[in-house]
């Protein structure tokens, strides 16, 4: 599993990549071997003018062709990551389970149509 970091509007820190990496690794490592690459946007909307203003933007390419994006807007950057990767991680975590389901009835009709029993 591949992890980038991109930051507009402001210069990333080796805190914030740290941050990042550890976050990331932590909450996909059941699905590190669905997953080809994430990626973590961050953009300060506002500047250093302060309030809700930063924006996370989460990308998951799955070895299922899919592609998962989230955004969050938070006042607190590290409150806005977490955040966005814990809706990314649910919404990994549905998409894996349907994408099962779906093979798993696929097989089924599969097996039907070719009178197998098991």
């Given amino acids: 599993m591949r992890i ?6 402001f210069d990333t820190t080796e805190a ?3 941050f990042v990496q550890d976050e990331v690794n932590l909450a996909f490592d059941r699905f590190r071997d669905q997953i080809i690459s994430v990626d973590v946007f961050m953009k300060d909307i506002n500047g250093p003018k ?6 996370v933007l989460i990308r998951a390419r799955l070895r299922n062709r899919q592609r998962i994006a989230l ?4 006042e ?7 955040r966005s990767i814990n809706k ?3 919404a990994i975590r549905r998409s894996l389970r349907k994408s099962r389901r779906i093979d798993r009835l696929s097989l089924r ?3 039907r149509d ?3 029993t098991v």
């Fill in 4 to 9: 980038g970091t991109n930051a507009q509007g």
């Fill in 50 to 55: 302060g309030g809700v203003d930063k924006q």
């Fill in 71 to 74: 955004e969050t807007t938070h």
């Fill in 109 to 111: 009709d599969a097996m």
């Fill in 88 to 90: 990314c991680k649910r």
């Fill in 76 to 82: 607190n950057l590290y409150a806005g990551i977490k």
């Fill in 114 to 116: 070719n009178h197998v």
């Fill in 16 to 18: 914030i990549e740290l």
